[in-house]
């Protein structure tokens, strides 16, 4: 089969290859032969047309991708121009034809960039080692729509889309200082992508920009299609199930960082940008909360960290406590867990298991089929499976409860990927908790929390400002304080200029009435 | 190396687990409550209750019966009958029969305190009659060591019980120079439970008891009260005051021989009156009467225990910690010549809306 496909591919090629000679005439002494050339011309959306100028009748030709090109910008300004004008020498495309990028070279290695970046190359007749480039891109961009991962009620309602140029406008516009500097790599050797890095000069720290430059310099892969895997390759610790950089698909939360004195980092082709350095509790700061009173936007944030300590501990707590604590639960509650379990066939550990991955099943699920089917499944899963299940007697319904409020506090965190850590962190608790019961818990969390301590952003402490301590730091950490006493950037980023606005001139402007 | 660590971690923890005895909720038999009686022959009734948990949310009572010679053998003969393991550490409330009470209970409050697992907050209680014939009735709907335990700690917290757990026994026991006492409970009806008074003990042997109508002087001298109650007669008048507030103060006097001033605080509004209108006078009488009645009633009581040779309130340790070189020898006699002087002050904060 695949030795009959590949044959098909040799006739196809060979056809196109005769049809481009005898269309296109024999190709002309002026055209040299490239070694990309023959590779591009086994491609069908690779063009190359030839025409004469009407005045001084010397040939040219384009040759351009066409699936990267817009074509109308050649039929309406450039071809009617090179027609009709005194075209004599290939420096004259530049004055004949209305299009701003037009770059008149004699390096033939940029050719095969430059023509998969858009561009249609321009040869003349006579002339041997000069040829011109014309700016024709077509841009396939979806509008920008509103931030589905992180929508927040009020404030800006934009999110970036999978262009870059489309991202860094969004960003330029929010931040339109000379000192915002966009350094530009390309990253994967098939994928070619552009990847830009983002920092204020004067604030940010050097190291924390020249580490991220590094890291992505030293990236080796192939092909990268989303910052997902740029977050990957340039973590301090791949092995770590924390996500090392925080990741947005806000413009408005990109220059707020790049205001605090943080790196952001963003992939063309990918909708989501990535902030480094960042601490854990930032993970669990919705951008909202800015946008918020401090009293609520702190008090959002306590409820926050409250869940994902409920959902990661609550359901190992129970096994614990029902298969060796019996002791520690209150006479009262006692005698609701023992009539909720007399039936149940299952120990403990079991039976939440079996919930759990009930509940992961339903997640992912969920997450796989459509929107409209998600939904049935979200309602056959919660409703018909849970209910079910207690009345065959194979979970308690108090456990039903606990899974289920661990399975809704897991996902008030604002940032997606944490919530998956949390998802994967509660297992680990419970393998733990029904071996060693509280001590497991208590055994598992140490080695959580020494690995947290051990992590590191870009080279920064994670667990900042808890550990290393930093009382500064609490202003924007756990509680968010009001904006007039966040005058000082965060001490971590250790940046340029530690200070975002003069305390004292912040307090002398006063009404009137005072 | 990393590598290595964890998987000593993962082994240990795999090998190890089998060390941890496993109590399962729903697989053991959760021992509430717990009686000793004595029986004839120098024999020993041990009771344990369990509850049962009945699908319809109902919390039913089941009792095991054993008898032997010592608290040691009971646990075996109980075990023995039981379908599934006792486990001890949810214990709410121990009574002791007076019989055992009178022979001294140290052989089984010591059981109690080398359990790790029991708490130090469980209540201990003496049984008038019996234990078992307590233990084995049907109280309340929540289970009948849970009706106990909350009995014996609405009352502490704010009728005229003194405060006494296993945690304050303990210490009033192995304290020199100050005894324990602990509630008696009496079954008056099938269904109902009784506090009859307080059980006096010298070291671990109960002595006396304290009738009813006596805690509430014996709680002003060796607790404080938050919420109580009394009922006084004012010449034809009568007064309830209510949300009595206490406190003492003991004073050492003179020394050669001991002279002790007690200092009683009491505050607490006068919620009925038989009486029409409270005037400032009357205030003050009822103040006044009621101190008299304090001071009486409590020197009274003193007196009564320095005859018996016991010292709940705990003058000894009081006298001691204020006294270097203490003999505790001397102190037997020194005791009984104690003079305690009970000085009270009574102030009414509130006689109600009605003027």
């Keep these: 089969m695949r030795q009959l496909f590949k044959k098909k591919l040799m006739q196809d090629i060979e056809k196109e290859a005769a049809r481009q000679d005898t269309e296109g005439q024999k190709p002309e002494q002026y055209l040299n032969e490239h070694e ?367 899974v289920a409020l661990a399975a809704l506090a897991s996902f008030t965190t604002p940032v997606y990927r944490m919530g998956n850590t949390i998802r994967l962190l509660r297992f680990p608790f419970l393998f733990f908790a029904e071996l060693w019961g509280m001590l497991g818990i208590v055994v598992s969390f140490s080695f959580l929390l020494a690995h947290l301590l051990k992590l590191t952003s870009l080279g920064r402490p994670f667990l900042e400002p808890l550990y290393p301590p930093r009382i500064t730091d609490f202003k924007d950490a756990i509680i968010r304080l009001p904006f007039t006493m966040q005058y000082n950037r965060p001490q971590y980023l250790r940046t340029e200029n530690p200070v975002r606005f003069s305390e004292k001139k912040a307090k002398q402007k006063k009404d009137i009435d005072e | 190396m990393r590598i290595r660590s964890f998987f000593w971690v993962l082994a240990a923890g795999i090998t190890l687990s089998g060390c941890v005895e496993k109590e399962i909720i729903d697989d053991v038999n959760i021992e509430m409550g717990v009686g000793y009686d004595f029986v004839e022959d120098d024999k020993i009734e041990g009771t344990v209750m369990i509850p049962i948990f009945n699908p319809d949310k109902k919390i039913g009572n089941f009792t095991y019966s054993a008898t032997a010679a010592s608290s040691r053998d009971l646990i075996q003969e109980v075990q023995r009958k039981s379908a599934q393991p006792l486990v001890t550490g949810s214990l709410e409330i121990a009574l002791f029969g007076e019989g055992i009470a009178k022979k001294g209970i140290r052989e089984f409050t010591d059981a109690f305190e080398r359990d790790a697992s029991i708490g130090a907050r469980v209540y201990f209680a003496v049984a008038d009659e019996s234990a078992k014939s307590i233990l084995s009735g049907t109280y309340g709907n929540r289970g009948n060591a849970v009706h106990l335990s909350q009995l014996i700690k609405h009352n502490m917290e704010t009728r005229n019980l003194p405060i006494t757990n296993m945690h304050l026994y303990l210490f009033d026991l192995y304290q020199e120079g100050k005894d324990p006492y602990l509630p008696i409970l009496k079954k008056v009806e099938p269904e109902i439970i009784d506090i009859v008074g307080i059980a006096l003990f010298k070291d671990d042997k109960l002595k006396s008891e304290l009738p009813p109508d006596k805690m509430f002087f014996f709680k002003l001298l060796t607790d404080k009260f938050s919420e109580g109650a009394y009922k006084l007669d004012v010449g034809k008048e009568k007064v309830v005051i209510k949300d009595l507030d206490s406190k003492h103060k003991i004073k050492l006097t003179k020394r050669d021989p001991y002279n002790i001033t007690v200092e009683i605080k009491i505050k607490g509004l006068i919620r009925e009156y038989t009486g029409h209108i409270v005037t400032p006078e009357i205030i003050k009488k009822i103040e006044k009467e009621f101190e008299e009645q304090v001071n009486k009633e409590a020197s009274a009581m003193i007196k009564d225990f320095q005859e018996q040779g016991i010292d709940p309130v705990g003058f000894g340790q009081f006298i001691k910690s204020k006294t270097r070189g203490f003999d505790f020898k001397r102190w037997e006699d020194e005791y009984k010549n104690l003079t305690v002087n009970v000085k009270t002050d009574m102030i009414i904060t509130e006689v109600g809306i009605v003027e």
């Design chain 1, 36 to 402: 990309w050339e023959k590779a591009l011309l086994k491609s069908h959306d690779f063009k190359r047309t030839f025409y004469v100028n009407q005045k001084t009748e010397k040939k040219f030709c384009f040759s351009f991708i066409s699936t990267l090109v817009d074509e109308s910008i050649l039929q309406n300004n450039a071809l009617p121009y090179l027609l009709e004008g005194e075209l004599t020498e290939i420096v004259d495309v530049k004055s004949l034809i209305p299009i701003a990028d037009v770059q008149v070279s004699d390096h033939n290695e940029d050719i095969e960039t430059k023509l998969f970046n858009g561009y249609v190359l321009l040869t003349l007749e006579g002339e041997e080692k000069y040829f011109a480039f014309i700016a024709a891109q077509k841009e396939v961009v979806r509008n920008v729509a509103q931030p589905e991962v992180e929508f927040s009620v009020i404030g800006p309602k934009e999110s970036f889309v999978e262009s870059l140029d489309h991202n860094l406008n969004m960003i330029r516009k929010r931040v339109p200082v000379k000192e915002l500097i966009i350094e530009n790599y390309t990253v994967g050797s098939l994928s070619k992508s552009g990847v830009a890095i983002l920092y204020i000069d004067g604030i940010t720290n050097k190291d924390n920009v020249n580490t991220v430059v590094q890291r992505v310099k030293d990236i080796e892969f192939d092909e990268i299609t989303d910052s997902s895997y740029i977050v990957q390759l340039i973590s301090d610790n791949q092995n770590s199930p924390f996500p090392q950089l925080l990741d947005t698909e806000r413009p408005d939360r990109i220059a707020a960082i790049l205001a605090e004195g943080k790196v952001a980092i963003l992939v063309d082709g990918s909708p989501h940008a990535l902030i480094g350095p960042t601490t854990l509790v930032e993970f669990f700061g919705s951008f909202e909360d800015y946008f918020l009173n401090y009293l609520l936007s702190s008090f959002f944030r306590l409820v926050r960290l409250f869940a994902v300590a409920f959902s990661i501990l609550i359901t190992p707590i129970y096994v614990a406590a029902l298969s060796y604590h019996y002791e520690l639960i209150p006479k009262d509650l006692l005698s609701t867990l023992i009539t909720s379990r007399r039936e149940i066939p299952l120990p403990p550990i079991l039976e939440a298991l079996f919930l759990e991955l009930t509940i992961e099943l339903l997640r992912e699920a969920g997450a796989r089929l459509p929107t409209k089917v998600g939904q049935t499944i979200g309602i056959v899963g919660g409703i018909v499976i849970g209910t079910a299940s207690v009345e065959a007697g194979l979970t308690s319904n108090v456990l039903l409860i606990i």
